[in-house]
């Protein structure tokens, strides 16, 4: 198991940019794929970024591809999301997970068993 808190949400306006930050506690995670994932009011969870367990591949939702990056430090047990760019519809709880990624396309959330408690992102108009 692995334990997961994430941090950097905030209040900002369109055009702007928020890097979110995710903790993680175990010696397991540098094994794990990790990914983000948010949820607006009344909205289903929805995919956001990846990135596999060694950094060396990436998946962005088309919404996000060029605005947001991921990356990962394993030595450091944390995952980060540049967001850049930020849109009034980039609202939501944005969740930080880490899974196998065992037979399960990486955009679902049952590819993970691992999730923080979220942090909020608002961008205003």
């Known amino acids: 198991q692995v334990q997961l808190v994430e941090s950097g949400g905030g209040l900002v306006q369109a055009g702007g940019s928020l890097r979110l930050s995710c903790a993680a506690s175990g010696r397991t995670f540098s094994s794990y794929g990790t990914g983000w994932f948010r949820q607006a009011p009344g909205k289903e969870r929805e995919f956001v970024a990846a990135i596999s367990w060694s950094g060396g591949s990436t998946y962005y939702a088309d919404s996000v591809k060029g605005r947001f990056t991921i990356s990962r430090d394993n030595a450091k047990n944390t995952a980060s999301l540049q967001m850049n760019n930020l849109k009034p519809e980039d609202t939501a709880v944005y969740f930080c997970?880490?899974?196998?990624?065992?037979?399960?396309?990486?955009?679902?959330?049952?590819?993970?068993?691992?999730w923080g408690q979220g942090t909020q992102v608002t961008v205003s108009s």
């Open positions: 997970a880490a899974g196998s990624w065992t037979g399960v396309p990486v955009t679902r959330p049952r590819s993970y068993d691992n």
